[in-house]
């Protein structure tokens, strides 16, 4: 068995379609994907309903002391009324948020307002940081995405704006009142010292969080192994990903990141 519980899709700010993304993770030989698309359940709309090999998620934006922390819900009935209604709050917060970034950039960058071409880089996908980024580059304002965050959408800079998220026991809550287990996503991105770290933990656990994301991506061997004895410290469930967003050079495949330490508890043991 493979798992792969944390990946995106068009329906937010992944390259592949829901169904291609599904067909690139089972050619790699996934058995058991996440589609875990930002603050939206819009792939699961577009594809088979009740197929084994597809854990239903989400990945939920929350706050935690002014950090912006993510937090996966898995094997959620996508159908729940209070999920449904907490996806729809976190929306109208992302409508809120990207005018606060577009009024931001006006003033700091200099440039026109930016929200209706970011409205269109976007689609039908909820607006996020990275359409800003590429709107950026597309009007010459900076030489790449990466530069974009550096300068402007970065954390500390003028487009990193959070504050209208809902808290982390409103999203753990939402998710496991849809029968789903709440993942602190990759926690070894958030900059936070271990005494931090804990804390984090710690608020997590108190909030109704059942899980660690112990593998994300490409880490480091030392990192996985800090993270899976925190799991076993906080008494948390283990989930692993690899936040996929699309081909890319460099990027993983679905499936293409590290094995759980054999020491963890994985998610999917909650759910047989
Ligand atoms: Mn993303
Ligand atoms: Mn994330
Ligand atoms: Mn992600």
Redesign the pocket.
């Known amino acids: 068995m493979l798992f792969d519980l944390h990946t995106?899709s068009t329906a937010?700010?992944?390259s592949l379609s829901p169904r291609a993304l599904m067909a690139r993770a089972f050619e790699q030989g996934v058995t058991h994907l996440a589609i875990t698309d930002?603050d939206t359940l819009a792939a699961y709309d577009d594809l088979p309903a009740g197929r084994p090999a597809l854990v239903p998620g989400i990945?939920l934006s929350t706050s935690w002391r002014r950090i912006g922390v993510h937090v996966v819900g898995l094997n959620v009935d996508i159908t729940d009324p209070g999920l449904r209604a907490g996806v729809q709050a976190q929306q109208q917060a992302r409508h809120v948020r990207a005018a606060t970034i577009a009024a931001r950039l006006v003033k700091c960058a200099g440039i026109d307002d930016p929200l209706p071409a970011v409205r269109a880089l976007a689609g039908s996908a909820p607006v996020?940081r990275?359409h800003f980024a590429q709107h950026l580059v597309d009007i010459g304002r900076v030489r790449d995405r990466r530069q974009a965050f550096r300068k402007f959408l970065g954390d500390g800079k003028a487009g990193d704006v959070r504050r209208h998220w809902a808290p982390l026991a409103a999203v753990t809550a939402w998710i496991r009142a849809a029968g789903g287990t709440a993942v602190l996503a990759h926690p070894a991105h958030y900059g936070l010292t271990m005494t931090r770290l804990r804390a984090l933990l710690a608020d997590f656990c108190a909030a109704g969080g059942d899980a660690l994301e112990v593998v994300s991506g490409r880490q480091d061997a030392g990192t996985t192994a800090r993270l899976a004895a925190l799991a076993g410290e906080f008494g948390l469930l283990a989930s692993c990903g690899s936040?996929f967003?699309g081909p890319a050079p460099h990027a993983l495949e679905p499936g293409g990141a590290a094995p759980l330490p054999p020491a963890c508890r994985p998610v999917w043991d909650s759910w047989s």
Do not use: K, L, R
Request: aromatic share 0%; net charge negative; charged share 30%.
């Open positions: 995106h937010s700010d992944g930002h990945e996020g990275p936040d967003h």
